[in-house]
């Protein structure tokens, strides 16, 4: 579970950004997981391992860090 602790929000956005760029480990695992309760949650995943296949998809072709990314640039944009 260290693996999980995050000491700053510097430390937290270097994590985050890596699981969105598919960076394995334990932190990913993790929010796989989260992901992929949500999806089942919210009626998109017939179950946990579905919604972990789905997360994982949307990670790995790059869909999640692009929206990262889409909202970086209008976060510029309105502040100016």
Do not use: C, Y
């Amino acid at each position: 579970l260290t693996d999980l602790l995050i000491d700053s929000p510097a430390a937290s956005a270097a994590v985050i950004q890596g699981i969105l760029r598919g960076r394995r480990g334990t932190a990913f695992d993790h929010a796989m997981l989260n992901a992929g309760a949500a999806l089942v949650v919210a009626g998109l995943a017939f179950d946990l391992r579905d919604g972990v296949a789905i997360a994982t998809r949307i990670i790995d072709d790059g869909a999640a860090f692009a929206t990262l990314e889409k909202w970086r640039s209008l976060a510029r944009k309105v502040s100016g």
